[in-house]
């Protein structure tokens, strides 16, 4: 009898080992779009929560865009042709003024590949202006508009971002002021010309 029960105490043992081995602990978040992540708590270092202001009127929405803003699209999506934009370019940004003009900010590689931009290589040239319009109903979100033809819808606007509707879905964030090229105009720096 002692046997018996030493041989499944042992097999229970077994089979408990071989159940704990195939299990992962996962943390799961459930979105309030009804989508559901799951991350390996392995994978987790932290999780922080933080409070991000979001404009709740018109006026607040225009002050939070004022800024320079770089789109979160890769220099390997660029580079790989998975953009729609040109592999001559870096990256690019958004520049938004007090008056609301937004201007549409290309960095240029610094080699030129095609041959047609030797002078803009390594620098910020601006390409088209917008104009921004702020949803009077939802100031979170609005578009930038070239004057009537077309729109490029943003979502989400906090403090530190939102999310563009281009040919991509993508996040711009809030980066630091730079020197800036308007091809017609000179160099700016905040909308301004410089001297």
């Not at 009898?1 to 996962?26: D, P």
């Not at 937004?102 to 030129?112: G, T």
């Not at 009077?136 to 979100?141: F, K, V």
């Amino acid at each position: 009898m002692k046997k018996i029960i030493s041989v499944l105490a042992m097999a229970l043992l077994v089979i408990g080992a071989a159940q704990a081995q195939n299990q992962v602990r996962k943390m799961v978040v459930h979105k309030n779009d009804g989508k559901i992540v799951k991350i390996k708590a392995a994978d987790i270092e932290e999780v922080t929560f933080e409070e991000v202001a979001v404009p709740t009127t018109v006026e607040e929405a225009k002050a939070m865009l004022v800024g320079y803003w770089k789109w979160n699209l890769s220099t390997q999506e660029v580079q790989e042709g998975t953009s729609s934009f040109d592999n001559d370019i870096e990256s690019i940004y958004w520049v938004v003024t007090e008056d609301l003009k937004a201007y549409l900010v290309l960095k240029f590689a610094d080699l030129d590949t095609d041959g047609y931009l030797v002078e803009y290589a390594g620098k910020y040239i601006t390409t088209d202006d917008y104009v921004v319009i702020v949803n009077s109903e939802d100031p979170t979100t609005g578009v930038f508009d070239f004057y009537g033809d077309s729109s490029i819808t943003y979502v989400n606007l906090d403090d530190n971002g939102f999310d563009l509707s281009a040919d991509i879905l993508l996040n711009c964030f809030r980066v630091e002021p730079f020197e800036y090229i308007v091809p017609d105009d000179g160099l700016m720096k905040n909308g301004l010309m410089k001297k």
